[in-house]
């Protein structure tokens, strides 16, 4: 990869996540605006493909729950609670981690687990809040959310029970920036 060209990512990445930290915020003081919601929903939509493109796929799947979590909130299926924007804000925090170590030349493959753990209990605190649609969590496509949780819709009733079950069981958005970068 060109350095023009990453350090061009690196820097719309760190502009879209702080407008995106600042939206969230201010969602989260000001109440709904539809406007604000869209405007996170594309910096994070953007923050993902440009991530998938120059290969980090770590920050590009936290981006791609991030995004899938938004999705509801422009439809206006459910409020903006504090859980949510705490976890969306951790997601804004784990992919300046991420960056971070990308900007050091070292990669993302290190979050893995945190980065999993992290997609799960977003997506089930929306699941939840949804009433258990399926469609949210197969538009993710991720792997490891749990051992019984499948890129198809293989076990449906199960895993969308676990999922539940994580999002009661767990407060998302849990891990600090520390401990994310202690993994």
């Not at 604000?36 to 493109?53: C, E, F, M, P, W």
């Not at 729950?65 to 909130?73: G, R, S, V, W, Y």
């Not at 290190?110 to 999993?116: A, I, L, P, S």
Request: charged share 25%; proline share 1%; aromatic share 6%.
């Amino acid at each position: 990869i060109p350095e023009s060209a990453m350090d061009e990512f690196i820097t719309e990445c760190e502009e879209l996540m702080e407008r995106s930290s600042d939206l969230l915020q201010s969602l989260e003081k000001d109440g709904y605006n539809a406007e604000k919601v869209n405007s996170v929903y594309r910096d994070i939509h953007t923050i993902k493909g440009s991530a998938q493109l120059f290969g980090f796929q770590l920050m590009g799947k936290v981006a791609h729950a991030m995004e899938a979590c938004l999705d509801p909130l422009r439809n206006t299926m459910f409020e903006l609670d504090s859980n949510l924007t705490d976890a969306l804000l951790k997601g804004l925090d784990m992919m300046g981690t991420i960056l971070g170590e990308v900007k050091s030349g070292k990669g993302d493959s290190k979050f893995e687990r945190t980065v999993d753990n992290f997609v799960a209990k977003i997506l089930a605190h929306t699941l939840v809040r949804l009433g258990g649609a399926w469609d949210l969590v197969s538009s993710v496509r991720f792997k490891k959310v749990n051992s019984q949780a499948k890129e198809e819709k293989v076990g449906l009733d199960s895993t969308s029970s676990n999922l539940k079950a994580a999002a009661v069981n767990t407060h998302i958005g849990d891990q600090t920036s520390d401990q994310v970068t202690n993994e």
